[in-house]
C-alpha cells in the first residue's frame, strides 16, 4: 500500500480503502472486499467537512446579514452619508469620531448630547443590573424553596411576563404608573402617600424603567434556579453540621457556587443595558422625554441615524458602543478570576 | 489477516448520501433567504391597468406598488409611484378612496401607470429615505404636512416650471407661499386644517356659563375674548373631585377630574404652542441664520405655562395621558380644546359614542400681539426630483391636489376656495343630526399664522427636536422659568444653526 503525499493514513485511489494486497512478510494479510469509491480525505476531516455544511446555512447569514453590514458600517463611519442625498457621500476621515470625542469632553463642536447620552446609560446600569439581579435571585431562591407550596406555578408566573411583547407590555406599564390615574399611585393614595409623576419625572423615569425592568426577569430567574439546583446539597449539610445559619450558607456556599451563573447574567444584563431601547423609545415619546431623562445611548444613535439621517456618524456611535461593551465584557472577564468558583480550579 | 473496519466501510458507503442531502439542504436555505431579495429587486414585470393591489407583506407595508423598472411597466409605460403613509391616507376607508382616484386616472390615461404604494406612518420616513438611498425612490410623496416635508426638502422637486396659473387658481397666496422652501416651489396647497376650539356644551351647562363666541371680534359675556377671558372661564370650567372650580378657595389641584382648556396633540411643541396662545412668529431672524423667540411667543408660552402649573386649567403630560390616551376632548374631560379641522376625523360620532355627543366650535380670541391667529395645517403632495418622469408626476399632482373625493376623505377642507362649499355641505350631513356652526371653521382660515409654526429653521431636524424638547419640558416640569428656559433654547438654536452654515 502506498501512503498518498498529503494524507499519509490514506489509502491511494488505486488502492482503495477495501482494497487487498499481500501483507509484506510481517505485516497482516488483507482480503480485497467490494467497497466505495475511496475518498481522498480523512475521516477527521471528513467530518469537519461536513459540520462545516450543514452550519454552512449559518455561516452564510452571518457573513451576508452581520459581518458585511458590519464592514459597511464600519466604512460609512468615515462618511458623511445621509441617505436621502447618497450622491453626496464624502469621505471625511476621522470627523465623526472627532465629533463624538468633542461631543464627551465637552469641546465646541463636539455633539453636545452625546455626553448626556452616556450619563443616562451608565447611571441606568448603575441602578438596574444590581436591582434586576438581586431580584432575580431572590425570586430563584423562592421558586427553589421546599417550603413553597406550587412551586411549578409559582415559577410559570414569573416566566409568564416574558411571552408578553415587549411594546404591549411597554404600554400596559404607562397605564400602571400614570400620576392621576394609574394603580401605582392609587395604591399609594391609600397608604396616604401622594405618588410622583413616574414617568414625567426626571428623577422618577430610571426608577420607573426599572421597575418595568423587574417583570422582565423570568429568564434571568431561570438560569439562577437551574444554577441552584446544581448545587450539591452535601455542601448544604457539611455547612449545617458546622453550624452554619441561612445566611451563612447563602455567603459561603449559596453565591460562590452561583458564581458562574450571576457572571453570566451580569454579562448579559450589562450588553442588554447598554442596548436599551424600545422601552425609552416609547416611554420618551420618541425624544427622550422627559427633559432628555430617557436619551440613553442607542437612542441616541437611532435618532441620528434615523431621525436626523447622519447615518455615518451613527455608524460611528455605534462603533463607540461596541468598544464600550467589548471594553466592559473583557474588564468582567478579567475580573472573573477574583470572584468567580470555577470547579476543579485553585479559586 | 486484517478486515476492513466494517463500521467504516459503513460509513463510506452512507457518507456521499450525506453529503447530498446537506448540499441540498444548504441550496435550498439560501434560496430561500435570498428570495424575498430578489423578488424585490427583479420583480416579475406584470403591469396591468387593473389595480395591483397585493396582500401586505408585513404590518409596516400596507400596498405595495406596481412592479416596474427604471421608471417605467414591462410594457414601455412611464410608471409614476404615489407614496402615502408620511401624513394622513393610511386609513382603510382612505386607502380605498387613494385607490379608485388612481384607478380612474388609470383608465384616462392608458399611456401611463400610476401606482399607490401605502406604509404606516411610524416606518414612512424611514422607507422613503431607504428607497432613496438605493435608487428607488418613488416620484410622489404625499400627502404630508409642512414640517414632515422639510424632512426632504433638498429632494423635492422645484414644480416652478411645471405650474401653470390654472394649478394655483382659488389659492390664497399666501398658502402658496408656504410651501416655497430655499426659493423653491415644493409643493401646491391641496388641503388645509384650521384651527379652533372645539365645546362640550354640556360642560357649559353644568358650570352655567355661556358658551364662547362664534364670530371674530364677538365679546364674551361683556369682556373682550382675549385670552384672559379664556383663563377666567377655564378656571369656571375646571373641576375637582369636590365638585370645587378652580376659582373656587377650597378647590384641590391634586384631584381634578375635569379641564377648562386643552390644545390636544399639539406634539409638544414649543413653537406650536406659543402660536396657539401668542400667535405668528419664527424661531429664525430676519438674516434667516440667527435664532430668536419673538416676545408675543414668551407671552404665550408663559401663558400656557402658568395655565397648566398654577392656574391648573390646562392638563399636564400626566392628566392627558390619562384622559382616553391623550384624545382629552372626547373623554368628557375637557371643556374647550383647540385643535384642528382634522379632528373632525376623531369626534363623535365620526369615532363611535365617547362622552362627548353635543359639541360646537368656537373662535379663537385675540392674542398678545392684539390679533386673532388660527395655527394652521396644511396638507400637500410633492415631487422628488429623482423622478425620472416629472412632466407626468406633476400631471399626476396636478389631479391628486384638485381631487374633491381626496380632500373630502382625508377630512380637509379644500385649498380651494371653489370647492370649499361642496366640503362644508357633506360635513354638515356627516355630523347630523349635530347642528355645527362650520362658518367658525370658514373664518378662522382667514386668520392663518403668517410664517407657519412649522416654517422653515436651518438644520431643520434638530431644530425642530430642541423645540419640541422644551415643550416636553415645559409640560412635565413644574417650577421654572420659562423666560430662562427660552432663552437657552434660543442659545441652543444658534448653536445648531451655526452647524448648517456653509
Redo the contacts between chains.
Keep these: 500500500m502506498v501512503a498518498s503525499r498529503f494524507f499519509p493514513d490514506t489509502p491511494t485511489q488505486d488502492e482503495g480503502p477495501m482494497s487487498a494486497t499481500s501483507g509484506s512478510a510481517t505485516g497482516p494479510t488483507v482480503v480485497e472486499l467490494p467497497g466505495p469509491r475511496p475518498s481522498r480525505f480523512s475521516l477527521a476531516r471528513r467530518e469537519n467537512l461536513s459540520g462545516y455544511l450543514y452550519i454552512s446555512p449559518w455561516i452564510v447569514g452571518f457573513l451576508v446579514f452581520t459581518f458585511a453590514p458590519m464592514i459597511a458600517s464600519l466604512l460609512m463611519s468615515f462618511t458623511d452619508f445621509d441617505p436621502r442625498a447618497p450622491g453626496a457621500t464624502a469621505f471625511i476621515g476621522l470627523d465623526n469620531y472627532e465629533r463624538m470625542a468633542r461631543g464627551i469632553l465637552g469641546q465646541p463642536g463636539g455633539d453636545p448630547l452625546i455626553r448626556d447620552s452616556l450619563l443616562v446609560t451608565v447611571r441606568f446600569a448603575a441602578l438596574l443590573i444590581p436591582v434586576t439581579l438581586g431580584f432575580a435571585l431572590a425570586v430563584a431562591m423562592l421558586v427553589n424553596s421546599t417550603l413553597l407550596a406550587g412551586r411549578n406555578v409559582f415559577r410559570t408566573l414569573f416566566y409568564m411576563p416574558m411571552q408578553i411583547p415587549i411594546v404591549a407590555s411597554t404600554l400596559i406599564w404607562i397605564g400602571m404608573l400614570n400620576a392621576s390615574t394609574g394603580w401605582f399611585n392609587q395604591l399609594l393614595a391609600a397608604a396616604g402617600i401622594t405618588g410622583p409623576d413616574w414617568l414625567n419625572s426626571v428623577t422618577w423615569v430610571a426608577p420607573s424603567l426599572t421597575i418595568m425592568g423587574l417583570w422582565g426577569i423570568g429568564n434571568m430567574m431561570l438560569i439562577f434556579l437551574a444554577g441552584l439546583q446544581g448545587i450539591p446539597s452535601e455542601l448544604y449539610d457539611a455547612c449545617k453540621v458546622d453550624g452554619a445559619g441561612r445566611l451563612a450558607q447563602f455567603r459561603n456556599v449559596t453565591l460562590p457556587m452561583l458564581s458562574p451563573v450571576l457572571f453570566y447574567n451580569v454579562i448579559i444584563t450589562l450588553i442588554g443595558t447598554f442596548q436599551y431601547f424600545t422601552q425609552a423609545y416609547i416611554i420618551g415619546n420618541g425624544r427622550g422625554d422627559p427633559a432628555g431623562a430617557t436619551n440613553f445611548f442607542n437612542f441616541h444613535l437611532y435618532r441620528e441615524g434615523w431621525a436626523y439621517f447622519q447615518m455615518g456618524y451613527a455608524s460611528a456611535l455605534a462603533w463607540l458602543l461596541f468598544a464600550i461593551v467589548l471594553t466592559l465584557t473583557v474588564i468582567l472577564f478579567r475580573s472573573a478570576g477574583s470572584w468567580v468558583y470555577e470547579a476543579g480550579g485553585d479559586r | ?4 473496519n466494517k463500521e ?2 459503513v ?3 452512507n ?2 448520501r ?2 447530498t442531502w ?2 441540498l ?2 441550496i435550498a ?2 434560496i430561500a ?1 435570498c428570495q424575498g431579495t430578489a423578488a424585490t429587486q427583479a420583480p416579475t414585470p406584470s403591469p396591468s391597468d387593473a389595480p395591483a393591489v397585493t396582500p401586505a407583506p408585513s404590518d409596516a407595508v400596507i400596498q405595495t406598488p406596481v412592479p416596474g423598472q427604471g421608471g417605467m411597466t414591462s410594457d414601455g409605460r412611464p410608471l409614476i409611484r404615489w407614496f402615502v403613509g408620511l401624513g394622513t391616507g393610511e386609513r382603510p376607508n382612505h386607502i380605498e378612496v387613494e385607490q379608485a382616484v388612481v384607478d380612474a386616472y388609470n383608465a384616462a390615461h392608458p399611456e401611463l401607470v400610476v401606482s399607490l404604494e401605502i406604509y404606516r406612518n411610524a416606518v414612512a ?2 422607507t422613503l ?2 428607497q ?2 438605493t ?1 428607488n425612490a418613488p416620484d410622489i410623496i404625499g400627502p404630508i404636512g409642512l414640517r414632515a416635508l422639510q ?2 426638502g ?2 423635492l422637486l422645484d414644480l416652478t416650471p411645471y405650474i401653470t396659473p390654472a394649478d394655483l387658481e382659488g389659492i390664497p397666496q399666501g398658502l402658496v407661499d408656504a410651501y416655497k422652501l430655499d426659493g423653491k416651489q415644493i409643493g401646491i396647497p391641496m388641503a388645509v386644517y384650521p384651527s379652533f376650539i372645539y365645546y362640550n356644551k354640556k360642560l357649559f351647562q353644568e358650570a352655567g356659563v355661556p358658551e364662547p363666541p362664534h364670530a371674530v371680534g364677538e365679546q364674551y359675556d361683556g369682556k373682550d375674548w382675549t385670552w384672559g377671558t379664556v383663563a377666567e372661564l377655564a378656571r369656571k370650567l375646571t373641576v375637582d373631585a369636590a365638585g370645587n372650580d378652580a376659582t373656587s378657595a377650597d378647590f384641590d389641584p ?1 384631584s381634578i377630574t375635569q379641564y377648562g382648556l386643552d390644545a390636544q396633540w399639539t406634539e ?1 411643541d414649543a413653537r406650536a404652542w406659543a402660536t396657539v396662545f401668542g400667535g405668528s412668529g419664527s424661531a429664525v431672524a430676519d438674516d434667516g441664520t440667527t435664532a430668536q423667540f419673538p416676545d408675543n411667543w414668551r407671552a404665550g408660552l408663559e401663558f400656557y405655562y402658568d395655565g397648566v402649573w398654577n392656574g391648573h386649567f390646562i392638563p ?4 392627558v ?2 384622559m382616553s390616551g391623550g384624545n382629552t376632548f372626547q373623554s368628557g374631560q375637557v371643556a374647550m380644546d383647540i385643535v384642528h379641522l382634522w379632528y373632525t376625523c376623531c369626534v363623535y360620532p365620526a369615532e363611535g359614542t365617547p362622552p362627548v355627543t353635543d359639541w360646537d366650535i368656537a373662535v379663537l380670541p385675540v392674542g398678545p400681539d392684539g390679533n386673532t391667529t388660527s395655527k394652521l395645517h396644511a396638507d400637500t403632495i410633492g415631487i422628488l426630483a429623482s423622478s425620472p418622469h416629472p412632466k407626468e408626476a406633476f400631471d399626476v399632482l396636478s389631479y391628486l391636489s384638485s381631487s374633491p373625493e381626496l380632500t373630502q376623505i382625508y377630512g380637509a377642507m379644500p385649498a380651494r376656495e371653489s370647492s370649499q362649499d361642496a366640503f362644508f355641505e357633506q360635513l354638515a350631513e356627516g355630523f347630523a343630526p349635530l347642528e355645527i356652526d362650520w362658518q367658525v371653521a370658514r373664518d378662522m382660515l382667514e386668520y392663518p399664522d403668517v410664517p407657519s409654526h412649522e416654517s422653515y429653521m436651518p438644520n431643520f ?2 431644530a425642530d ?1 430642541a423645540s ?2 422644551l415643550g ?2 415645559l ?3 413644574e417650577g421654572l422659568d420659562v423666560n430662562a428656559e427660552i432663552d437657552a433654547l434660543v442659545t ?1 438654536l444658534n ?1 445648531i444653526f451655526a452647524e448648517a452654515a456653509p
Design positions: 489477516m486484517e478486515w476492513v467504516e466501510s460509513v463510506h458507503i457518507r456521499p450525506h453529503r446537506a448540499g439542504v444548504v436555505l439560501v433567504a420616513y424611514d429615505a431607504t432613496i438611498a435608487g424632512s426632504f433638498d429632494q391634586t409638544n399636564n403630560k400626566a392628566a395621558d390619562g431636524q434638530r427636536a419640541k424638547a416636553s419640558k409640560w412635565t416640569t441652543e448653536g
